[in-house]
């Protein structure tokens, strides 16, 4: 079963605009990943953020986490051509230890479309 | 760092068939973990290894599924009597766990298709 709800599940913009996909997610985590994924391709690792960080940033990407509200936001800012793919968010849960089971759980995605 | 490998990366076979996928994760990781994704739907898990020990397998998954990971290195999952419901890419990835959290390296699928 799906975990997290990623939101717009497509979006098409021009290059040089940003980009914020919202990601939603239904239960206590110990971090929250983005992964990207071009046609036909494996998924790439983007960016990690812990359960006790509110954001992050690496590169043109920067990820925010409101473990209040069970949501997580990934911004590309200054969007190229190449970054046309479709982009996951992933949830590590906790095991009754607290500490992470290492397996993630996806979410549906969305179409990110950067017109140049 | 050569990445994570699969084999083959497209697969046609008849319903009824059985199919093997193998998957060569990176050397040093110790966590190899299988995904399956459908169109339009992001990967969802199917089983996982810590090492040769299989940790979890799915529920979703059925009986016509099984993974093994012989002396902790390469990986297979075998599918028994495919069904066309079955049509999808079997991602393999893999990780090396120290705390926990650590990302999965993914390799590039295998595609099936059911016919």
């Known amino acids: 079963s799906q975990q997290g709800e990623e939101d717009p599940q497509a979006l098409s913009i021009q290059e040089g605009e940003n980009a914020t996909m919202n990601c939603s997610y239904k239960t206590s985590i110990n971090n929250l990943q983005w992964y990207r994924q071009n046609s036909g391709r494996g998924l790439v690792h983007l960016i990690l953020?812990?359960?006790?960080?509110r954001e992050k940033h690496s590169g043109r990407l920067r990820v925010t986490l409101d473990t209040s509200k069970k949501s997580s936001s990934l911004l590309i800012t200054a969007s190229r051509a190449a970054d046309t793919a479709s982009y996951f968010c992933?949830?590590?849960?906790?095991?009754?230890?607290?500490?992470?089971?290492?397996?993630?759980?996806f979410g549906q995605g969305t179409i990110l479309t950067v017109h140049p | 760092d050569t990445g994570v490998s699969q084999d083959p990366r497209h697969k046609i076979t008849k319903r009824g068939q059985n199919v093997t996928f193998r998957c060569d994760p990176i050397?040093?990781?110790?966590?190899l973990y299988w995904y399956r994704q459908t169109l339009g739907q992001g990967p969802e898990f199917l089983t996982y290894f810590q090492n040769e020990a299989q940790l979890e397998k799915s529920r979703l998954l059925s009986d016509r599924f099984s993974a093994e990971r012989p002396k902790g290195s390469f990986s297979t999952l075998e599918i028994q009597r495919t069904e066309q419901g079955d049509s999808a890419m079997y991602l393999c990835?893999?990780?090396?766990?120290?705390?926990?959290?650590?990302?999965?390296?993914f390799g590039n699928g295998t595609r099936l298709t059911v016919t």
């Open positions: 990835a893999s990780s090396l766990v120290r705390t926990g959290g650590e990302p999965l390296h």
């Open positions: 992933a949830t590590d849960v906790p095991n009754a230890g607290g500490t992470s089971y290492g397996k993630l759980t």
């Open positions: 953020i812990r359960s006790n960080e």
């Open positions: 050397s040093e990781h110790n966590r």
